[in-house]
């Protein structure tokens, strides 16, 4: 069990630059996500920290070890990928006792490491059994008993759960978090799926084209760093409207060219360098509130498609006809396309975005 | 403008039945889904539809006119599958252009749609390549866009979004929403995503097994699910099922968990006309739910919390009830520490109530 800690590192292929200056710890025992769509760098990282990769600048730690020029065999890492394979002619057993037998460990302790990992992932009943009889769940968790079975300083994985269904992978994301928790692990895990790095990281680092854009914890949701968190965390995504940044008779005014929002609450936080510029609005879908009727502040807009999914309804509305922006409405409402409802912007959740530098404002 | 009638539609191959005398109307102008996991037959429902395969039994009707016997060519529909249909010596500008260029439009207009379907489809930039140089996403765009853009009476499509990444795939949906209700089309779709089999259609078709599970509007299979395969498949998270026995004392009746009971004197008349036998299960949502650090009445329950998700706008607590493991909504800011003890208390209009033996609803 160790932490890490990448200092500096960047990586090109070719004229690609894949990696920019990545910096990042990882604390001893902690559940940490790498959050970002295909081609961000993930893979990358996870090469590079295994020693598949060397990275063209920076440095890697494991634990205090500067590991560099720690070959792969020797930097006891254990790395599960999206596509991990189980052997097809070996029992469940001698799947996960694998690992073990190539270190050729002693065969008493090879049975009770494997009986011990099989117990935590609760798959003892297939043990005995051939790959070609599991379900789906079950050979997933072989496959990552497999994985976890040896002692190792910290444990990667990369996308685990994107080939599964739905529903076990709901069922996956706790039984991660669990056995975490109880194995007291180094993971370090790789995903594009928002949704599954809020469920499990303790932190999460989220990286865009080879740069981190914002490492913490789910407290991002609420305080994004730039327009790329913004966008990337939550579902459906936040909406964004641009819109000029003016001051009228000491109020501060965000200007959409359809309508107008007051936000001289915000005035200390926005510096003057960006008044009377062009800025975007950031609202999420569930920060924005039906009205049955206008009332101050409020945005006249039509409501162009209705998706009712049971437990919510989200709404496709628009001011103009063409600017389309996303509402989410409690599921008893009675709505229907082409109809024409009032908005009120939550104005305690709004965030005004620099149009520039991308950076979060408010 | 077209309706569609299966009637007793039926698909064998060899032992296997991969659709059992499937019945179904899709109204005019309307988007119907076929949902459910793989191999509950709904692709394979889809290709007789679009005359691909032929069914072993059963007819479809086009308008009233049976259309069973008919080619693909004849039957006048647009199609998307999975499986991209491109020209693979075409850039994607001509592919999207061929249908429109059959139809003799003149080449101004044909320029003007093909750039309004690529913007619509976020494909502007890659007008110019040829299918061999295209990610699996492009792929897919293209493959619509050239199906869209001849605006087909009906169309039929296979998991036209599945390459798309989410947050595209969400905003996708809504537009080809918008575009079927402005060309009225007839839209049968075929989707495992239940949110998407939700957010778009006029009537959801959950299939299972090569049988129709159940068939209606989104808000009613979610609110009334015929059987456990609907409940357990529609929403997300998913609804909860606790085993329970139904018992009566008196003039009350219960459902007992073993570790709790809950008054359902109320339904004591509906179980007993329809239930097979004492084995119930008692499904409720994870929104029909609520967490408490006090208990709010007698009938709440205590529940030791197991982990729970902080999701931004809500977190999913999973907590033990009794032997049985449920998922909770609560609000964004809710904490905790593992094995911490919480009561929960039911909405009694959302609970739901399935006979064991023969996993249809009851209640």
Same mark, same amino acid.
């Given at each position: 069990m160790a932490g890490m800690r990448l200092e500096a590192v960047s990586k090109s292929f070719g004229k690609k630059q894949v990696l920019k200056d990545i910096n990042f710890e990882v604390k001893d025992k902690e559940f940490f996500c790498l959050l970002g769509p295909p081609g961000a760098g993930k893979t990358t990282i996870f090469r590079i920290i295994a020693g598949l990769e060397k990275p063209d600048m920076g440095h890697v730690y494991i634990g205090d070890e500067l590991?560099?020029?720690?070959p792969i065999a020797e930097r006891d890492i254990s790395m599960f990928f999206e !596509? &991990?394979? =189980?052997? #097809? /002619?070996?029992t469940g057993f001698e799947n996960i006792a694998f690992p073990l037998r190539i270190k050729k460990l002693p065969e008493d302790e090879i049975q009770k490491r494997v009986m011990e990992i099989a117990k935590l992932l609760r798959i003892e009943h297939v &043990? /005995?059994? =051939? #790959? !070609?009889?599991?379900s789906g769940g079950e050979a997933q968790r072989v496959a990552f008993a497999k994985t976890i079975v040896r002692p190792a300083r910290a444990i990667l994985l990369d996308e685990p759960l994107s080939n599964i269904d739905a529903l076990l992978r709901l069922e996956m994301r706790i039984e991660l978090k669990r056995i975490h928790e109880q194995l007291g692990q180094t993971f370090l895990y790789a995903t594009h799926d928002q949704a599954e790095a809020m469920a499990m990281g303790e932190r999460i680092c989220i990286i865009d084209k080879g740069e981190i854009k914002q490492i913490g914890t789910t407290e991002m949701y609420d305080k994004p760093k730039n327009r790329f968190v913004a966008s990337y965390i939550g579902s459906p995504p936040m909406n964004f409207f641009d819109c000029t940044l003016k001051e009228e008779e000491g109020r501060l005014l965000l200007d959409q060219g359809s309508f107008r929002l007051d936000i001289s609450r915000f005035s200390k936080a926005i510096p003057d360098s960006v008044k009377d510029k062009e800025v975007t609005l950031g609202v999420r879908p569930e920060n924005i509130h039906l009205l049955d009727g206008p009332s101050k502040d409020s945005i006249e807009a039509k409501v162009m498609v209705t998706e009712r999914l049971g437990s919510k309804i989200i709404l496709d509305m628009s001011v103009t006809g063409k600017d389309m922006f996303k509402v989410v409405a409690p599921p008893d409402q009675l709505i229907k396309p082409g109809e024409i409802r009032w908005l009120q912007f939550e104005l305690d959740k709004v965030h005004v975005i620099d149009k520039v530098t991308d950076e979060v404002l408010v | 403008m077209t309706e569609i009638l299966l009637e007793k539609l039926r698909k064998e191959y060899g032992d296997l039945i991969a659709v059992n005398d499937l019945t179904l109307k899709v109204e005019d102008k309307t988007l119907v889904s076929l949902l459910g996991p793989s191999g509950c037959g709904k692709t394979t429902t889809l290709k007789m539809v679009a005359g691909l395969l032929r069914p072993t039994s059963g007819s479809i009707y086009f308008d009233g006119r049976d259309v069973t016997e008919s080619s693909p060519k004849d039957r006048k529909i647009g199609l998307v599958f999975q499986d991209y249909a491109v020209f693979p010596h075409m850039t994607a500008y001509k592919n999207i252009a061929y249908g429109l260029k059959i139809k003799k439009l003149s080449k101004a207009e044909i320029d003007k749609e093909v750039r309004s379907m690529a913007e619509f489809l976020n494909i502007s930039e890659i007008l110019g390549k040829k299918p061999y140089r295209m990610t699996q996403r492009e792929l897919q765009a293209v493959s619509l866009a050239r199906t869209l853009i001849t605006k087909p009476s009906i169309l039929l499509l296979d998991e036209p979004l599945s390459n798309l990444d989410a947050a595209f795939r969400v905003k996708m949906r809504a537009e080809l929403r918008r575009l079927q209700m402005e060309i009225e089309q007839t839209v049968v779709y075929v989707t495992h995503d239940q949110v998407e089999a939700m957010a778009m259609s006029d009537k959801v078709a959950v299939m299972n097994r090569g049988l129709l599970e159940q068939y209606g509007a989104p808000d009613e299979i979610y609110k009334k699910p015929a059987s456990r395969f609907v409940a357990g498949f529609i929403g997300t998270p998913p609804m909860n099922f606790i085993e329970c026995s139904f018992k009566e004392e008196r003039d009350k009746a219960y459902l007992d968990q073993g570790t709790f009971r809950m008054d359902v004197t109320h339904l004591k008349p509906i179980i007993k006309a329809c239930a097979t036998g004492e084995e119930m299960i008692l499904g409720v949502r994870p929104e029909d739910m609520r967490i408490y650090d006090k208990p709010p009445s007698r009938e709440a329950v205590e529940v030791a919390i197991e982990a729970y998700e902080p999701m931004g706008s809500e977190s999913i607590v999973y907590a033990k009830l009794g032997h049985s493991y449920v998922r909770i909504l609560a609000p964004a800011t809710f904490k905790a520490e593992s094995n911490e003890r919480r009561y929960v208390a039911f909405n009694m209009d959302g609970i739901h109530v399935i006979d064991k033996k023969t996993e249809k609803s009851i209640v």
């Open positions: 590991v560099d020029e720690t !596509s &991990l394979a =189980l052997y #097809p /002619n070996k &043990l /005995n059994r =051939l #790959p !070609s009889t599991y | -």
